[in-house]
């Protein structure tokens, strides 16, 4: 299904927010007058002080809530979200957990079998597909998380701080996979993060937003190629952007 007006078309943008507001209804305005689109090929970050309404973007985008105005396109029959905790059911398997959404979708298993497999490949999993959460570490429970979105192979995938919890090492390893499955399956990507070195290793661009309510106050090209090593981060552009993106996050808070 798609939300809004028909702003999104197939050589369009996958997502698109137009002039989106949202005031909850305890009287919270958590975002004023949003609008940018993310094109397939494209990872976008979004970063912020906290509660500014970064999150509520994913939400809205998801279909989990409802802007106040304004339009949200895309396609939400072709949405992955990965959230910042793994959400896996501690009863089921890797496979099984990787398996639930095209099974929510009514999909047998055998039509999915060959696309689990090939999941449970491209995040490396494939020797602990038969164990359960628990004896998985915080980094494995991730990539299970990513493993199950990619089931379905979504156009746009959202992802709400989803290795915030990590060490800075399981953080940049999983950094480094996702790319590979971005660049692997060119979809379009909306990020959201409070580290500014993890935003701009991941992306194609960077949007700063206000203290809530939530605006966009910045918005950077990112001007590394892909594939990208860690040696970036040493670069002086690197700094540079860094430094821009830090002084622009100082500025918005209140």
């Not at 304004?70 to 029959?77: F, K, L, S």
């Not at 959460?133 to 379905?152: D, E, N, T, W, Y």
Request: proline share 5%; glycine share 8%.
């Amino acid at each position: 299904m798609r939300s809004g007006t028909d702003l999104v078309d197939d050589a369009g943008p996958a997502l698109v927010f137009d002039d989106l507001s949202m005031v909850f209804p305890d009287g919270t305005h958590a975002l004023d007058h949003v609008s940018f689109s993310v094109d397939r090929g494209e990872f976008v970050t979004v970063v912020g002080p906290s509660g500014c309404g970064k999150s509520t973007l994913l939400r809205i985008a998801s279909g989990l809530e409802q802007q106040t105005s304004g339009a949200c396109d895309v396609d939400r029959d072709s949405i992955g979200y990965v959230f910042q905790d793994a959400t896996l059911f501690p009863w089921r398997t890797v496979r099984k957990n990787v398996e639930l959404l095209a099974e929510l979708h009514g999909l047998s298993m055998a039509s999915v079998a060959d696309k689990v497999d090939e999941s449970l490949d491209l995040v490396n999993l494939t020797e602990h597909q038969k164990k359960y959460p628990k004896q998985l570490s915080g980094g494995m429970r991730m990539r299970a998380s990513l493993a199950r979105s990619l089931v379905l192979q979504p156009n746009v995938f959202l992802f709400d701080e989803p290795f915030g919890a990590l060490d800075e090492i399981s953080r940049e390893r999983l950094n480094d996979e996702l790319l590979s499955l971005f660049k692997a399956k060119d979809f379009a990507g909306l990020f959201i993060t409070h580290s500014i070195a993890e935003a701009v290793f991941l992306s194609t661009r960077i949007l700063v937003m206000s203290a809530r309510p939530g605006r966009i106050v910045a918005d950077y090209e990112v001007p590394f190629e892909y594939p990208r090593s860690h040696d970036i981060r040493y670069l002086p552009e690197f700094a540079e952007l860094s430094g821009k993106i830090s002084h622009d996050l100082r500025g918005a808070h209140p």
